[in-house]
Every structure is written in structure tokens, then in C-alpha cells.
């Protein structure tokens, strides 16, 4: 799979602006890959991208339609579907990260192997992998791990990826999710993996590299989390990381899905995913956390951060407002 | 998923006992349920059970048609297939524990469909499940873990059944693969769970019950098993297990499939184990271990025993040779 790029953002006629977050992400991550967006009658959206309807995206260049979008139960809505057949018949390829699958809109597919255009369903996946080894392959892997789902493991390691790359290292963000996928523009659904593969798919997206360069292998759920800790597990035997950057979200009261469990401490996420880590790298260490800090005041921000530095031992930043360099000083 | 006995058992034309393991497996546990057994020309295992056509196996009031047979590839061969097509023409279902899927033998799904028939692929699922919540369930659940794959747990949870059955306890074996689903009749593939809903189908599996009834989880893998961990831990979570036994075969010299990765001890996988578990049951515990003691004299299995119960302080017994009374007792 390689989604090819540039890209027409559609983004329908969604209701808000967090349904767009998949298509705002990418946007933010690839402005020179995404050329315009296309929004339907009634789009409360704007990623702040050019409109532009599909003839305009094909003359500009675009070789991919990405639809970007969430809605509830995951399916396209009738009014998306002639604007998909526009874009292959307008040479596009299309992508998708919805539940539903692009070869079950109607016609779609034909057309598309007719044309010889692609459909690539991110959330979904065909491909085989091996069951994971365990064996220890040249080059450098940091994985970003978190205290839950949803606190900054995308951003943490695409953010590492351009501090690095700004700084001359060899650098490479490794998706495992539907939006790094599209900003990366190849990757692997981890938690679409079949189970017995989980480790063995990760084996396969970092593959045997030059010593010097850095797989960046986005995180997914926690090792405490209840409903995702299998995903999250095999991701760290299979990324076999030499360095953990840990994710924080401060101030949720438990894990999200799962109002029985709390949120475990920065101190015991790092010391459980690093004895889980040591079965594939027994020389695994963590460098630092990442807190989101987005719904503190300056102030709180700060004492949140002096917490985690005091309770681990390692540096805290805010990506967004500090960006990464402290942690990749501490590579 | 419920599948219907009594079994006729088909092991095709296997070269060798090891390929009818599965079918062995089922017939030492449901001798009530399997019938007979049907062979090819040239198959060179045997189950001890009497042999029987398709004819006289339906006349016998057979249900179904196990295809319990392991082959490179987990293909059905084109000698089997006239069986399979005898076996729904006369009444039955068939379950199968291939890699290929019953629905992709030219002509049989329709052939089942017409005449009402079921067929199941137990190592692959259609069925949908939540995302795991964690949430406590009543009833109490005991789950096997292990060393290792494949090194006896299956096996201890059916031992455990009978024994606390045999003492008038409410005792359920759950199935997670092919072997156990054939013997409990249900159950589910864990291995073939899409990763995201590892624990999430566990608790479908053992759901809510009765506060003194027993759910006996069949567990896989091993939590240090570079390749299987993730199915590994979402069957912690997923179970939220009251109590652990912990499986054993001694003298591996690594774990299986993973050449670079030691065994660890029994210490080590119970401390990690139940790390783990608390996420879902912080009152787990560990009541005993049981070896695989086969290949061992009597003198050595001795002191591996010993040895397991000095290093854990635990009672531990090989279930082949002693039963399990020592661990139901410890419940």
C-alpha cells in the first residue's frame, strides 16, 4: 500500500469540526500534499485548504481523493457516492478510513479496476504478515507510548520526525493508525490486524534498516487499558524499541471506554512498558514525556509538567508549545 | 456458534498421528460425543474409535462432521472433498479447524445452504464483538497461562472441569481455539479476533453468572511471547481472572518460534501475569502450577515439581499424572 500524493481532502457534509479531525490532521502534517478540500452542501467543516471540486483537484495534479471524515457507524452517506465515481473517473485513486469498505459502494470497484485506479480502505487490511519472532533487527526504533488512548502518541512521534529530520538525523514516522496512514502515506491498521499477527504486522512496518536511522513507531492505546492493551503489547514486542517516549493526557478521571479503570501514574506506565519491552530489547530505556497541556492555564501547565519531570526523573514537554528538542537532545 | 453432537471424526489421509492431534484431542475429551472416526486410503493415524462410512455414521444419528486434521498449508485436499458433499447430502453439519474456510469448497455453501445445513470454520470469525470495558462481571473465572505455547493449558482447564465437576461445582470450560471449541462445542478463535477486540470478545465469552459458578478460560500463548503476547494479555483483561494456574514445560530451551527469547521462569510469568491482571481483577491470584512432566523419568519429574513448588511456594502437579484435586483444593 502507498496512498499516492497530492491529495483532494473531501470532507462531505459533516455536521462539525471534530468530525473532520482525521482530515484536519492530515492537513496540519502534509500542507504541501493536501491542494484543496471538497465540501458538500451544508459542511460545517474548513480545514483551511483551497475548495476545490474534483475537475479543478485533477488539473491541479491531485492523484488521491482521501475521505477524511467520522461520522456515526462509519458508512459513506448516499450524497458522497457521485463525487467518488468523479474521482475515478477523473483519474483519481481513493482512499478511505471509514468502517465501511469502498468496494461495497455501488459500482465503485468496477470502475475502478477498469480504470486501473486503487481503493484503499486504511482501516481494513488484506495483507498477510508473519507471526512475530523476536529477532533483532539493525537500526534504531522509538515507540511512543501513552496512559491511555488518545493523548498525543501521533502528534509526539510526527513531531519527533521533523525535529530530527530538521537536525540532519535519519528519521522515519512508521503509522499504525487510519490518520497517520494518511499522513505517512503508507502504514499499517493495527488494531485491524488479525490477533495472532499483531506483533508480526509491527515486524513487518520497521523492517531491518541502517544503524543510524530511526524508525518513529506511532503508539496505540496503553498497556493498562483494559479494552486495548493487546494492541498496545504486541506494538512494543514487535517495534522492539531501543526508546520510549511516554504520552499524558493530565486530569482524565479514568481511561476512556472504561469508567471502572483510573488512569495509572507516568511512573508506572514507563516501568510496566519497559519490563514488556525488554522481552524483544533488553536495552529499552524512556526518555521523556509528552503532556498535553492544551486545557491547562500557563501556569498549571507548568506545575503539570515540574510533576512529571519530579515524579520521573526524565524530561517533560508540551509538543505543541515546546516542541521535541529536549527529547531528541536526551537520544 | 453452537456445534452439534454427536461427531463423526474425518481425519482424511493424515501421514501420521501428530496430523490428527486435534481429532485425538477431541476424542480423549468427548468419547461420548465422537462416534467414529472416518479414514481415507493411506492415513496413518488412528483414533481408537470404531471406523465408520458417512452412511453408517448418519444412520448412528451423527450431527456433524469434525475435519479435525492439521496439513502444510491447512488446505482441504481434493480426496476429501466427495466427503464433505456425502456429509451434508446425508443430514450433517461440518465444523472444520482449517486455515481454508468450508465456504470456499466449490459447491459446498450452497449445497448447506439448500439443505438447511450449518458449516463452521472454527479458526475464523464473522461474529462481531464490543471493545473490551473491564468492567466486574459476577460468577468467578480461573485462567490458564503458561510459560509458553502450547505447553498444557487446554489441557489443565479440562482437567480442572471435570475434577470440580466431579465434586458438584459449577464448572465451565471456555473455549479460545480450535481443539477446545471442538470439545466445548462453542467458544471463540481468539487468534482470528480482529486485535482490537481481544478482550473485548473474552468477556463475551465468560459473561456474567452465577456467584459461585466457574468459568475454566482456556488461555494461549504466553505474556513473553514475542509473537502471541497481545492475544496473551487481552485474555487477562478480558477474563479478569479470580485465579491463575500456571502451565509448564520444562527443558525448552526458548520459547517456541522465537529462537532469540529464553523461557522465563515460573516466578517471573506469575509476577508479570498478575501485574497484568489486576487491571481488571485486583484480587487475582496464583494457586498452583502444573507441569508438563512427559518427558521426564519419574525421579526427574519429582524434582521438577519440587522445584516449582520451592521456587513459588506453590502447590504444583503434573494433571496427567496426579489430576488436579491439589489445585481445586487450594480454590
Not at 499499517?188 to 536511522?213: K, Q, R, T, Y
Not at 530511526?214 to 514486542?237: C, K, M, N, P
Not at 493530565?250 to 481511561?255: A, D, I, L, N, S
Request: glycine content about 10%; aromatic content about 6%.
Amino acid at each position: 500500500m502507498e496512498i499516492k500524493n497530492p491529495y483532494l481532502m473531501f470532507i462531505g457534509d459533516v455536521p462539525d469540526q471534530l468530525a473532520a479531525k482525521t482530515a484536519s490532521g492530515v492537513a496540519h502534517w502534509r500542507p504541501d500534499w493536501c491542494l484543496g478540500q471538497l465540501r458538500l452542501e451544508g459542511c460545517k467543516a474548513d480545514l483551511g485548504l483551497p475548495d476545490m471540486t474534483v475537475l479543478e483537484a485533477a488539473a491541479a495534479g491531485v492523484k488521491t481523493l482521501i475521505v477524511g471524515v467520522t461520522n456515526q457507524g462509519g458508512f459513506f452517506a448516499d450524497s458522497w457516492v457521485e463525487t467518488m465515481h468523479l474521482a475515478i473517473d477523473n483519474g483519481m485513486d481513493i482512499a478511505s478510513g471509514m468502517h465501511a469498505k469502498l468496494d461495497d459502494v455501488p459500482g465503485l470497484s468496477d470502475k475502478a479496476s477498469a480504470a486501473g485506479r486503487q481503493l484503499f480502505d486504511v482501516r481494513h487490511t488484506s495483507q498477510t504478515f508473519d507471526i512475530g519472532r523476536g529477532h533483532k533487527r539493525s537500526g534504531m526504533r522509538l515507540l511512543t507510548v501513552g496512559t491511555d488512548t488518545s493523548c498525543g502518541k501521533m502528534f509526539t512521534a510526527l513531531t519527533l520526525e521533523k525535529e530530527m529530520r530538521d537536525r540532519g538525523m535519519k528519521a522515519e514516522f512508521r503509522a499504525t493508525g487510519q490518520t497517520g496512514i494518511f499522513i505517512a502515506g503508507n502504514g499499517v491498521a493495527i488494531d485491524a490486524v488479525v490477533s495472532d499477527f499483531i506483533s508480526g504486522s509491527v515486524e513487518w512496518l520497521c523492517p531491518e534498516n541502517d544503524p543510524d536511522h530511526w524508525d518513529l513507531v506511532e503508539g496505540q492505546g496503553s498497556i493498562f487499558h483494559a479494552g486495548y492493551a493487546g494492541v498496545t503489547l504486541g506494538l512494543i514486542h514487535g517495534s522492539q524499541p531501543d526508546v520510549l517516549v511516554v504520552c499524558h493526557d493530565p486530569g482524565r478521571p479514568h481511561m476512556r471506554g472504561t469508567p471502572a479503570i483510573p488512569v495509572r501514574s507516568l511512573s508506572e506506565v514507563i516501568e510496566a512498558t519497559k519490563e514488556a519491552a525488554r522481552v524483544t530489547n533488553p536495552d529499552v530505556r524512556c526518555i521523556g514525556c509528552a503532556i498535553n497541556t492544551s486545557k491547562l492555564s500557563d501556569v498549571e501547565a507548568e506545575a503539570e509538567l515540574q510533576r512529571a519531570r519530579d515524579e520521573t526523573g526524565l524530561p517533560a514537554v508540551d509538543p505543541v508549545k515546546h516542541g521535541v528538542g529536549v527529547l531528541v537532545d536526551a537520544l
